[in-house]
Nanobody
Framework: QVQLQESGPGLVKPSQTLSLACDVS??????????WNWIRQPPGKGPEWMGA???????YYNPSLKSRSSISRDTSKNQFTLQLNSVTPEDTAVYYC???????????WGQGTQVTVSS
């Protein structure tokens, strides 16, 4: 059974860097032809795809976040990570990691982690 679990700080101050990790169990993140995605949902808004790292290590980013985002992976820990720089209160959201066949479809989700940006 494939499971994803997000972890990271619940509170980040403005202008700081948000760092999140997604621990994957049940499958290696280099196995298959999957894309490992980050998606967020701000309060009262719809979900926003942020970016992904593919099975071969290629990364993809939402153009609106590309300048502030970095996605990487640690195969020894079977996890992938998200860094978002220079956060503002508008980055407050529930952050999800998800596995999909592409950057457009997501079949397995983590439970999500709330991140609040506030001083």
């Amino acid at each position: 059974q494939v499971q994803l679990q997000e972890s990271g700080p619940g509170l980040v101050k403005p202008s700081q860097t948000l760092s999140l990790a997604c621990d994957v169990s049940g499958i290696g993140i280099t196995s298959g032809y999957y894309h490992w995605n980050w998606i967020r949902q701000p309060p009262g808004k719809g979900p926003e795809w942020m970016g992904a790292i593919a099975y071969g290590g290629v990364t993809y980013y939402n153009p609106s976040l590309k300048s502030r985002s970095s996605i990487s992976r640690d195969t020894s820990k079977n996890q992938f990570t998200l860094q978002l720089n220079s956060v503002t209160p508008e980055d407050t959201a529930v952050y999800y990691c998800a596995r999909g066949d592409s950057i457009w479809s997501y079949e397995i989700w983590g439970q999500g982690t709330q991140v609040t940006v506030s001083s």
